[in-house]
């Protein structure tokens, strides 16, 4: 493997149409630093086709949900090759995950503190490869850039095997709070609302990463984004060797920082008993991956009514960025009065089992809950214009 710069900095001609920014004019505009530094060598233009993925959606059985889940949970805890039909679609999931992962970090930080390093490891020769790297830096850059979070650094490194892109979020000096005497000439300022005076972050986690054996707790779910739910691209299409229908557009960087915000502040507070990144194999990944030895049965039917979704796989495994928390009863009243002031949109699951093992997922009638959450998602998607 060797750094190939030639990738960053050439012109791209796709499907014959000549691009208007090279990829290091992309990533540019999300560096923390304007100034770039001037490449003295003149490279080729790299030519390349798209490639579309097939239109027709594979049939899932959803009583097999349960078994979807465990399957899809053991195959994220591997890493995963870049999804070259679905490249807008899997750049943008993993910087919500790198920044997600961040949530339940120990600290004080706010989304705006972060910094993004990105590392694309590329299989340049197959056709359509550098087309979808190309997507794949355009699509980081404009989302990037909608949330508000700098980059540190990029890296494209030319490889013969598999293709990999890789996001890490960190705030770029790691130090404890500082006192009161030596904070007096500090210069650090706030240049956005999403910024603290004085971040920092820990390596340990605020909050335990499974489930706590109470059985009057809450499992709350949180979509960080309004995206319909799509499996195109999925963990799930992934496990059962297909690609088919279309994936998640994931794209309303103004709502995911609404929801950032107001989580962290739940976890920086200590309301968070246990909390799960939900990204790389949706909400039934999570979900099971958080049932290490304490099971749940989780209630879907809200989220179901709210989305007016009659399919329940998809709802399940559609990898729509978001979160999921464990929260005690007595903070339920909180949490409720905060997400609605900040119009965000949540759907209680259900309680933690001691008594049971592993996963289970029910549908049961709700009367009013689904009517109020399906409203707050209208209010949320209604602030995309």
Known sequence: MKENESALYSEYIIDGIRCDMTPAELLDECMEYAETAAVDENFSDIIDESTDPPVAPFAYDSARNEEYAALVAAETLHERAFTMLYPEHFTRLQIAKALLSRLWSEGHFRLGDLRLWAQWEWNTRPIGNMAAFYSSASAASDYIYGLGVRMADYLFIESDHTSSAKFFAWL??????????????????????????????????????????????????????????????????????????????????????????????????????????????????????????????????????????????????GETPGALIQISDSDYDYLDSQLLLQDVAYYPLGHPDPSMTGLKITRTERSGVAGILASLLGQASEGED
């Open 172 to 317: 770029p000096e790691s130090e404890e709070p500082d006192t009161e005497e030596n904070c007096e000439g500090d210069t650090l300022f706030k240049s956005s609302p999403y910024e603290s005076r004085h971040p920092w972050i820990g390596e340990g986690r605020r909050c335990a990463s499974t489930l706590q054996p109470d059985p009057d707790s809450w499992l709350i779910y949180i979509p960080f984004d309004t995206c319909p739910y799509r499996l195109g691209g999925s963990v799930l299409a992934q496990v059962n060797g297909h690609n088919g229908g279309p994936g998640p557009q994931i794209q309303d960087p103004d709502y995911f920082i609404d929801c950032y915000e107001v989580v962290r502040e739940f976890t920086e507070d200590g309301i968070i008993v246990a909390g799960a990144t939900v990204a790389d194999g949706g909400l039934a990944a999570a979900a099971a991956r958080m049932c290490a030895g304490c099971g749940i049965e989780i209630d879907i039917n809200g989220l179901l009514a709210s989305y007016q979704e009659a399919d329940s796989t998809q709802l399940l495994f």
